[in-house]
């Protein structure tokens, strides 16, 4: 019965798995606040719910600690990346209890994260600088979170370009878990680590073309 459970859960997670990359990549490809890319990420963030949802169980029957903790690590990016949408312009000091909930979340798991981490380097198992890599970005992002509650920041697109680093970092996630689970053939370490390497510049590159883009239009809108 529970091996019956866990294959069901298991095929619910690998299609969520694949329409989530799918619709990831729909929504990275399309006009940024057009329909298209609306509704894309509506399914991505859905189905990245199911995922993560699933892969909970999953790797805690598997004891697999690491598989855990990613999977709450790409949890929070797309859950900030969405709620970021309800915050564009946040009130100093004030947050609702879920996202307070997700950002304390993401700092426990990833000091945890960090912890693990440098305990399996020091164990010789190299898979440790990709879990203190993942933990070290996921505090980063939530302590920046925690801090802009308190002190927003005045730029008025900043919810943006914050929409753009999280649900960015949520795809990078789902990329890993999806190369770690079909291409073995490639060493551990690359596949944990090559997809981060790949999209980090290609969202700072995003962010930068955007802001440029912004720069633009209102210098050319200012009164001369």
């Not at 949802?53 to 990613?70: E, K, R």
């Not at 564009?88 to 994260?113: I, N, Y």
Request: charged share 15%; no cysteine; glycine share 14%.
């Amino acid at each position: 019965m529970i091996s019956e459970l866990l294959g069901a859960l298991l095929g619910v997670h690998v299609v969520a798995g694949v329409v989530a990359l799918l619709s990831g990549l729909v929504a990275i490809g399309t006009r940024k606040g057009g329909l298209w890319h609306r509704r894309a990420g509506r399914v991505y963030a859905a189905t990245m719910g199911v995922v993560v949802v699933t892969a909970l169980p999953l790797a805690a029957v598997d004891a697999d600690y690491f598989l855990f903790s990613i999977a709450v690590f790409s949890g929070y990016l797309v859950f900030a990346g969405y709620r970021v949408l309800s915050r564009k312009r946040p009130e100093p000091g004030e947050a609702a209890s879920v996202d307070w909930a997700g950002h304390l979340t993401m700092v426990g798991f990833g000091l945890g994260m960090v912890g693990l981490g440098g305990y399996d380097l020091l164990g010789g198992d190299s898979l440790g600088v990709a879990l203190m890599t993942f933990g070290g970005i996921g505090l980063a992002l939530a302590g920046r979170e925690i801090r802009s509650v308190y002190r927003p920041s005045p730029e008025p697109r900043e919810w943006f370009f914050k929409h753009i680093v999280f649900m960015g970092g949520g795809y990078i996630a789902t990329v890993t878990a999806a190369v770690t689970v079909n291409l073995t053939m490639l060493p551990p370490l690359l596949r944990w680590v090559g997809p981060t390497l790949v999209g980090t510049p290609a969202i700072l590159l995003t962010t930068i073309k955007y802001r440029r883009r912004f720069d633009t239009d209102s210098s050319e809108a200012a009164p001369r």
